[in-house]
């Protein structure tokens, strides 16, 4: 599932995102949770940064 957040600055985001995984976790403890900062990894190279940003918390051990 993917769930992209859109609003200007202070609007809640990532205090929403914060939220969301804390409740992910008690809903489904094997569900992984991964903010990807589209604004953070723009420019080049924007898919390879998704990928390395995606694969990061899949590859850790639980």
Known sequence: MNI???GPWGAGK???NEL???E???I???ARHITFDA???A???FRTN??????RPISKPR
Do not use: H, Q, R, T
């Not at 998704?50 to 694969?55: D, G, I, K, M």
């Open 28 to 30: 489904d403890p094997k």
């Open 20 to 22: 969301l995984k804390e």
């Open 24 to 26: 992910l976790k008690v």
């Open 43 to 45: 420019g080049e190279g």
């Open 4 to 6: 992209a957040l859109f």
């Open 14 to 16: 990532s205090s929403f």
């Open 50 to 55: 998704f990928l390395s940003e995606l694969a």
């Open 39 to 41: 604004w953070k990894n």
